[in-house]
C-alpha cells in the first residue's frame, strides 16, 4: 500500500507558519491584501475563489474582488489591471483563467506589475523562474507540488523525475523548480513515444496532462513518488479523478497524491503564502 500523501496537512503546516510574519507586517503598519479580479462566473472560478475567501478569514488577511462581466471589454479589463498595479494597499493579484476568447489573454497578463503577480501568469515571474530569482513568483499548483514533496521529505537532490504536462501553469515550471533543487529532469507529454517506459524509469513522477488516466499501471514502478496534479470529472463515476488511474497505481507506489485532497487542496495556502512574501518585499 502506497503512502497516501493528503494535502490537508501540508496546507495546515504552511498556514501556521504564516501568522507570526503576518502579525510582523500588521505591527509594521502592513495589511497583506489579495486583489481577485475576475471575469464573468465560472463555477471552477467560483469554487476557487471561496476557497481563498475562507483562507483569507482565516489568516486575517486583505482580500479585494474585482469582478467584470463576461462580456467586458479588454480596456475595462487592463484598467482593472491598471487599478491593482498603482494601489499601494493591494500586494498581490490573482487572475482567474482562461479568460473569455474575446479577450486577449496575453495581453493582459503583460499588464499586471510582476511584484504583484502572486500566480505566475506575466513574463517578468517566468524570467524569475528559468532564472532562478526572486522576482515575481511560481503558479501556486506548481508551487503546492513542490511543498507537498519538502513537507513528506521526498528527496530531491540527484533524484530522477518525470514530468507529465508541459503547460506554463504546472509542467514547464514545476520542472524548473525540481531541477532548482538538483533533480534530474525529464518532461514529456501525451505524444512522448512509449510514455510508460520513461515514467518508470523515475523516481517522481509529477503528472499533470489534463487528461484523466493518462498514467496506468504500466507507467509506474515500486517505490515512486506521484503527484498527481490533474483535476478531472468523470461522468460514468459521477466524481472528480485525477491523470492517474489511482486504484491501479497505489498498490505499485511508494507514495501518491489523492484526487481530490492532494495537490488541489494546497493551493489557497500556497496562494495566502506569495500574498505575505510580496508584501514583505514591497514593504521593505
Not at 504552511?14 to 479580479?37: C, H, M, N, Q, S
Not at 510508460?196 to 513518488?225: F, K, Y
Not at 491501479?248 to 511508494?254: A, C, K, L, N, R
Request: charged share 25%.
Amino acid at each position: 500500500m502506497a503512502n497516501i500523501l493528503k494535502g490537508k496537512p501540508v496546507a495546515d503546516a504552511i498556514t501556521e507558519g504564516l501568522f507570526p510574519r503576518i502579525d510582523a507586517l500588521k505591527a509594521a503598519g502592513v495589511l497583506p491584501t489579495l486583489a481577485v479580479v475576475r471575469v464573468g462566473a465560472r463555477e471552477e472560478d467560483l469554487s476557487y475563489e471561496r476557497g481563498i475567501v475562507k483562507r483569507c478569514e482565516v489568516l486575517g488577511l486583505g482580500l479585494r474582488k474585482i469582478l467584470l462581466e463576461e462580456d467586458c471589454t479588454q480596456e475595462e479589463l487592463i484598467a482593472a489591471l491598471e487599478q491593482v498595479n498603482v494601489d499601494p494597499e493591494v500586494y498581490g493579484c490573482l487572475m482567474f483563467r482562461p479568460l473569455p476568447k474575446t479577450l486577449d489573454e496575453d495581453a493582459a497578463c503583460a499588464a499586471l506589475d510582476p511584484a504583484k503577480d502572486v500566480d505566475g501568469i506575466t513574463e517578468g515571474s517566468l524570467f524569475g523562474l528559468f532564472a532562478n530569482r526572486p522576482k515575481g513568483f511560481p503558479p501556486c499548483t506548481a508551487d503546492a507540488c513542490m511543498q507537498i514533496l519538502k513537507h513528506y521529505e521526498c528527496e530531491l537532490s540527484g533524484a530522477e523525475a518525470v514530468v507529465v504536462g508541459r503547460s506554463l501553469v504546472i509542467g514547464r515550471p514545476v520542472s524548473l523548480m525540481l531541477q532548482a533543487a538538483d533533480a534530474t529532469v525529464t518532461m514529456c507529454h501525451t505524444r512522448t513515444r512509449d510514455l510508460p517506459a520513461v515514467c518508470r524509469r523515475a523516481d517522481i513522477v509529477v503528472v499533470a496532462a489534463g487528461r484523466a488516466g493518462v498514467l496506468g499501471a504500466d507507467a509506474v514502478s515500486e517505490g515512486q513518488t506521484v503527484i498527481d496534479v490533474g483535476i478531472n470529472w468523470d461522468e460514468e463515476a459521477q466524481k472528480l479523478v485525477g491523470d492517474a488511474r489511482f486504484d491501479e497505481v497505489e498498490p505499485i507506489v511508494g507514495a501518491i497524491t489523492p484526487v481530490p485532497g492532494g495537490v488541489g487542496s494546497v493551493t489557497t495556502a500556497v496562494l495566502a503564502k506569495h500574498v505575505v512574501e510580496a508584501a514583505e518585499r514591497l514593504s521593505r
